[in-house]
């Protein structure tokens, strides 16, 4: 069974700081997926990652897969209080989609 | 455009009471997924249809039922309501070949009482 881990869960950063979080899964899969949820809202598609070495940018964040090592990361560059949100990390599995249990990003002053 | 559409947003309910949550979407997609986000547990796949006229459980089917009405609408139904049923639901769509990903619904916030 597919499983998807993030971490970490909560990541408290000062602004202008840099930061990684990293997706663990745990088969083989074609597609990686990144979202951001606002609190009380629905969630976002930031990146879809579709190959080995896939590397995408928006902004101040660069996602990356590797799928040798079923990793992929969500680089964080010069952090802003805008960023603050939670993302989560998903992974395709035959039909569907498996999400890692989200990494809460608050960022402060 | 409106993409996804829930409804409700919002319900309170009793134990043991039953409700049918809607979900339409207007882009024309083949594949239509209900999943529930409970704290520190990400979202977890209830049900899913990859395509009209069928329906496939998820990770957490108990106490659900799904039914795909045609292309646009995939409701989710409790028959039964329980407190561990107290979730935020959303609905989700993508084409057949995966697109880009999912299209979310705005979210139900379900309280069972």
Redesign the interface.
């Known amino acids: 069974e597919l499983k ?1 881990e993030q971490n970490p ?1 909560f990541l408290s950063m000062q602004e202008g700081k840099n930061y990684t979080i990293y997706c663990n899964y745990s088969t083989t899969s074609d ?1 990686l ?1 990144w ?1 951001r949820q606002d609190p009380g ?5 930031l990146f ?1 990652l579709l190959s080995n070495g896939a590397v995408k940018q928006e902004g101040r964040l660069m996602a990356s897969l590797d799928t040798k090592a079923r990793l992929s990361t969500l680089h964080i560059t010069a952090a802003v209080h805008d960023l603050s949100a939670t993302y ?1 990390c ?1 992974v ?1 599995n035959n ?8 990494t809460r990003l608050t960022v402060k002053p | 455009n409106a993409g996804v559409t829930q409804t409700p947003k919002f319900q309170v309910l009793k134990t043991g009471q039953s409700m049918t949550l809607q979900c339409a979407q207007d882009m024309n997609h083949n ?1 239509m ?1 209900w ?1 529930r986000q409970d704290p ?6 209830i049900y ?1 249809s ?1 395509s009209e006229g069928t329906t ?1 459980k ?2 957490v089917p108990n106490g659900y039922n799904v039914s795909r009405l045609n292309k646009r609408e995939f409701s989710l139904r409790l028959e039964s309501a329980a407190p561990s049923q107290t979730s935020v639901y ?1 609905c989700a769509s993508r084409p057949w070949n ?1 697109g ?8 139900t916030r379900l309280t069972v009482v």
């Open positions: 998807v869960l597609r997926y979202y809202k629905s969630l976002e598609s879809v989560f998903a395709d039909n569907d989609m498996r999400f890692g249990a989200g | 594949s997924y999943y520190g547990m990400g979202l977890r796949l899913y990859a496939d998820g990770e959303f995966g880009y990903g999912y299209t979310f619904g705005s979210g």
